[in-house]
């Protein structure tokens, strides 16, 4: 069996890396560097990843079981990476159907888009509650094309959205 070899992590602060928001928070708040983890950790969950995903199941975990020990081990910096430089993207896995169903199958290409879009939800709920200082937008997810290539995989995807029963996740707009 041969190993993973995992990419290591390039950690940065270089001021122009971090996004708008992050400046902005270090400006106000700014933390020592941490070191590398060393010796021994216990928990109940251990989260790979403090991106938006992996911040907000540890929350998630944390509210309903108060006592149980989670700990997220982040490569550089939480927040950091893809919940980070474009402001932040939230969407769920209906885009990704075309790879998931030859993967996955039917029923489980279905059912990650359903879980995404409750994903979805919830986060947005838990961003909106009273007193969180999140500015949370929705203005959808778009996919352009730009070529006959690009046209027709899309075309295709709008198909498959539509044999799958799920033509509501894919809307086709005009040249307008």
Same mark, same amino acid.
């Given at each position: 069996?041969?190993?993973?070899?995992?990419?290591?992590?390039?950690?940065?602060?270089?001021?122009?890396? #971090? +996004?708008?928001?992050?400046?902005?928070?270090?400006?106000?708040?700014?933390?020592?560097?941490?070191?590398?983890?060393?010796?021994?950790?216990? +928990?109940?969950?251990?989260?790979?990843?403090?991106? #938006? !995903?992996?911040?907000? !199941? +540890?929350? !998630?975990?944390?509210?309903?079981?108060?006592?149980?020990?989670?700990?997220? #081990?982040?490569?550089?910096?939480?927040?950091?990476?893809?919940?980070?430089?474009?402001?932040?993207?939230?969407?769920?896995? %209906?885009?990704?159907?075309? *790879?998931?169903?030859?993967?996955?199958?039917?029923?489980?290409?279905?059912?990650?888009?359903?879980?995404? *879009?409750?994903?979805?939800?919830?986060?947005?709920? #838990?961003?909106?509650?009273?007193?969180?200082?999140?500015? %949370?937008?929705?203005?959808?997810?778009?996919?352009?094309?730009?070529?006959? *290539?690009?046209?027709?995989?899309?075309?295709?995807?709008?198909?498959?959205?539509?044999?799958?029963?799920?033509?509501?996740?894919?809307?086709?707009?005009?040249?307008?």
């Amino acid at each position: 069996m041969s190993q993973l070899k995992l990419i290591e992590a390039i950690p940065s602060n270089l001021a122009h890396e #971090f +996004a708008w928001w992050q400046n902005d928070v270090k400006s106000s708040n700014p933390s020592p560097n941490r070191p590398a983890l060393s010796g021994r950790i216990e +928990a109940d969950v251990l989260i790979v990843g403090g991106g #938006f !995903t992996g911040l907000w !199941t +540890a929350l !998630t975990l944390r509210q309903a079981s108060p006592n149980l020990r989670v700990a997220i #081990f982040e490569a550089c910096r939480c927040g950091d990476g893809a919940s980070s430089r474009n402001g932040g993207n939230v969407h769920g896995y %209906w885009g990704a159907l075309p *790879t998931l169903v030859p993967l996955f199958g039917v029923e489980k290409a279905l059912e990650s888009g359903r879980l995404g *879009t409750l994903a979805q939800r919830k986060l947005a709920a #838990f961003a909106t509650a009273p007193g969180r200082d999140v500015w %949370w937008e929705e203005h959808g997810y778009l996919r352009v094309a730009t070529s006959p *290539t690009q046209m027709a995989k899309l075309d295709s995807f709008s198909e498959l959205a539509r044999e799958l029963g799920v033509p509501d996740t894919v809307r086709k707009l005009d040249k307008r």
